[in-house]
Protein backbone atom coordinates (compact mmCIF):
# COMPACT_ATOMS: atom_id res chain seq x y z
CA UNK A 1 0.00 0.00 0.00
CA UNK A 2 2.86 2.31 0.46
CA UNK A 3 4.24 3.52 -2.51
CA UNK A 4 7.00 6.37 -2.73
CA UNK A 5 7.77 7.81 -6.54
CA UNK A 6 11.10 9.90 -7.26
CA UNK A 7 11.43 12.18 -9.74
CA UNK A 8 13.62 14.82 -10.34
CA UNK A 9 16.45 13.34 -11.92
CA UNK A 10 19.06 14.12 -14.56
CA UNK A 11 22.11 14.79 -16.11
CA UNK A 12 24.02 17.96 -15.20
CA UNK A 13 27.06 19.88 -15.29
CA UNK A 14 29.70 19.73 -12.30
CA UNK A 15 28.40 22.78 -10.04
CA UNK A 16 24.85 22.39 -10.73
CA UNK A 17 21.40 21.83 -8.84
CA UNK A 18 18.59 19.26 -8.94
CA UNK A 19 15.72 18.84 -6.50
CA UNK A 20 14.41 15.77 -6.38
CA UNK A 21 11.04 15.28 -5.26
CA UNK A 22 9.58 11.87 -3.22
CA UNK A 23 5.26 11.82 -3.66
CA UNK A 24 4.20 9.34 -1.18
CA UNK A 25 0.93 7.90 -0.85
CA UNK A 26 -0.45 5.24 1.20
CA UNK A 27 0.19 6.10 4.49
CA UNK A 28 0.35 9.89 6.55
CA UNK A 29 3.89 10.99 5.98
CA UNK A 30 3.97 13.19 9.68
CA UNK A 31 3.99 9.91 11.06
CA UNK A 32 7.28 8.84 9.42
CA UNK A 33 10.46 9.41 9.01
CA UNK A 34 11.83 9.53 5.97
CA UNK A 35 15.09 9.32 3.99
CA UNK A 36 16.98 9.65 0.64
CA UNK A 37 19.36 6.97 -0.70
CA UNK A 38 22.11 6.91 -3.76
CA UNK A 39 23.91 3.76 -5.30
CA UNK A 40 26.47 4.27 -7.48
CA UNK A 41 27.78 1.66 -10.28
CA UNK A 42 29.67 -0.94 -8.37
CA UNK A 43 29.19 0.04 -5.16
CA UNK A 44 26.90 -0.52 -1.95
CA UNK A 45 23.86 1.40 -1.34
CA UNK A 46 24.50 4.84 0.68
CA UNK A 47 22.08 6.69 3.06
CA UNK A 48 22.76 10.25 2.38
CA UNK A 49 19.89 11.97 4.04
CA UNK A 50 17.71 11.45 6.86
CA UNK A 51 14.84 13.29 8.31
CA UNK A 52 12.96 12.18 12.28
CA UNK A 53 9.47 12.62 12.03
CA UNK A 54 8.84 13.62 15.40
CA UNK A 55 11.13 16.46 15.95
CA UNK A 56 12.92 17.32 12.64
CA UNK A 57 16.29 16.69 13.61
CA UNK A 58 18.19 15.34 10.12
CA UNK A 59 21.38 13.42 9.32
CA UNK A 60 23.89 14.35 6.10
CA UNK A 61 26.57 11.98 5.01
CA UNK A 62 29.85 13.58 4.77
CA UNK A 63 29.86 13.42 0.95
CA UNK A 64 26.88 15.19 0.67
CA UNK A 65 26.84 17.52 4.15
CA UNK A 66 26.53 21.52 3.04
CA UNK A 67 25.26 20.89 -0.60
CA UNK A 68 22.05 18.37 0.15
CA UNK A 69 18.94 19.90 2.08
CA UNK A 70 16.61 16.88 2.96
CA UNK A 71 12.56 18.59 3.75
CA UNK A 72 9.21 17.15 4.05
CA UNK A 73 6.07 18.65 3.11
CA UNK A 74 3.18 16.78 5.14
CA UNK A 75 0.02 18.65 3.34
CA UNK A 76 1.59 17.69 -0.36
CA UNK A 77 2.81 14.51 0.71
CA UNK A 78 6.30 15.19 -0.57
CA UNK A 79 9.61 14.88 0.33
CA UNK A 80 12.69 16.77 -1.29
CA UNK A 81 16.42 16.36 -1.63
CA UNK A 82 17.76 19.81 -2.70
CA UNK A 83 20.86 18.85 -4.36
CA UNK A 84 23.65 22.19 -5.03
CA UNK A 85 26.98 22.16 -5.94
CA UNK A 86 26.90 18.64 -7.93
CA UNK A 87 30.32 16.78 -8.60
CA UNK A 88 30.48 13.61 -10.56
CA UNK A 89 31.00 11.52 -7.11
CA UNK A 90 26.99 12.11 -6.93
CA UNK A 91 26.40 10.04 -10.20
CA UNK A 92 24.27 7.19 -9.00
CA UNK A 93 20.74 5.61 -8.82
CA UNK A 94 18.32 7.97 -5.73
CA UNK A 95 15.94 6.63 -3.72
CA UNK A 96 13.26 7.51 -1.26
CA UNK A 97 12.20 5.54 1.55
CA UNK A 98 10.47 5.47 5.23
CA UNK A 99 12.89 4.81 7.58
CA UNK A 100 13.69 4.16 10.92
CA UNK A 101 16.10 6.91 12.64
CA UNK A 102 17.50 7.14 15.73
CA UNK A 103 20.50 10.14 14.80
CA UNK A 104 23.51 8.05 13.26
CA UNK A 105 21.35 5.05 12.22
CA UNK A 106 18.79 5.49 9.58
CA UNK A 107 17.32 2.42 8.10
CA UNK A 108 15.48 1.70 5.22
CA UNK A 109 11.81 0.15 5.24
CA UNK A 110 9.93 0.90 1.96
CA UNK A 111 11.13 2.17 -1.00
CA UNK A 112 10.60 3.91 -3.85
CA UNK A 113 11.31 2.86 -7.80
CA UNK A 114 14.38 5.15 -7.84
CA UNK A 115 15.81 8.03 -10.48
CA UNK A 116 19.17 8.60 -12.38
CA UNK A 117 21.17 11.44 -11.52
CA UNK A 118 24.11 11.80 -13.64
CA UNK A 119 27.00 14.57 -12.98
CA UNK A 120 29.46 15.59 -15.55
CA UNK A 121 32.85 17.13 -15.38
Known amino acids: QVKLVESGGGSVQTGGSLTLSCATSGFTLDYWSMGWFRQAPGKEREGISC????????YYADSVKGRFTISKHNRNNTVLLQMNDLIPEDTAIYYC??????????????WGQGTQVTVSS
Open 97 to 110: ATVYYSGPICRGDN
Open 51 to 58: IRTHDGDT
